[in-house]
């Protein structure tokens, strides 16, 4: 009887030690903690694409400034053989309607560009306010998150002593188990936060299966503890 004693005593140690970790993990400041780590990664990732958005747009307004300089600049250079050909008398009439037609097709190009340009410009205006706007919610939400994050390291350092205290109260019960018991319960402890159950009617209490009735026999009388051959859980009598 005894030894049933100590081993659910131990069982329940082990369940407090469980709930002093789960506790640790889930106060509010951790779950703040998590939803502002997502947020300052979206953060993150916003501005890396908002940086690239703007640098694509830089180059493409560079030059667009570039083309229409250059354009400029033949529009001025055509002007001025103008004034030359209008003051040579040999320049026919034709030729000077063409090159009229050429000025003015420079000017449309040019203008075109200019407004292109002046289009882009807008559009670096616009991604910077958006691109500073995120930074700036970035930083705030890294203050926040800073601040979240020295709460939880207080939280958890007071925690530590008391999953430490938990610690060695399993230990103690622990060590009143016999070893080959406490190795099953370890076992078992993998894959169920509490593996040792009752039996219930002639079921397991763990996963419901029917036991069969040699189990049930050496469990009876006196209260050994069996594993469940269908899910591992460790049984006893009530
Ligand atoms: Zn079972």
Redesign the pocket.
């Known amino acids: 009887m005894s030894q049933l004693k100590d081993f659910l005593a131990f069982q329940s140690a082990d369940l407090q030690l469980q709930h002093t970790e789960e506790a640790i993990k889930n106060t509010e400041n951790r779950k703040r903690f998590s939803r502002l780590h997502k947020q300052l990664k979206d953060m993150q990732d916003n501005i890396a694409k908002q940086s690239a958005e703007l640098a694509q747009i830089e180059a493409a307004l560079a030059r667009l400034q570039a083309q229409a300089d250059a354009a400029a600049k033949r529009m001025q250079m055509e002007s001025a053989e103008l004034d030359n050909l209008t003051g040579d008398s040999e320049t026919t009439a034709e030729e000077m309607a063409e090159f009229i037609r050429d000025i003015e097709h420079l000017d449309r190009e040019w203008a075109a560009l200019e407004r292109e340009a002046h289009a882009a410009t807008a559009g670096v205006k616009r991604l910077s306010q958006e691109y500073n706007a995120t930074r700036r919610n970035a930083a705030r939400i890294k203050k926040e998150y800073d601040e979240v994050r020295a709460l939880c390291e207080t939280e958890k350092a007071q925690g530590a002593a008391a999953v430490a205290e938990a610690e060695a109260a399993v230990a103690a019960v622990k060590s009143l188990v016999a070893p080959a018991l406490a190795a099953k319960y370890d076992k078992a402890r993998k894959y169920f936060p509490a593996p040792v159950?009752t039996v219930l009617g002639d079921?397991?209490?763990?996963?419901?299966?029917s036991?069969p009735g040699n189990l049930l026999r050496r469990l009876g009388p006196g209260n050994e503890i069996c594993e469940?051959?269908?899910?591992?859980?460790l049984?006893y009598l009530e």
């Open positions: 159950v079921k397991c209490g763990g996963c419901k299966m036991l469940c051959e269908n899910c591992g859980r049984l």
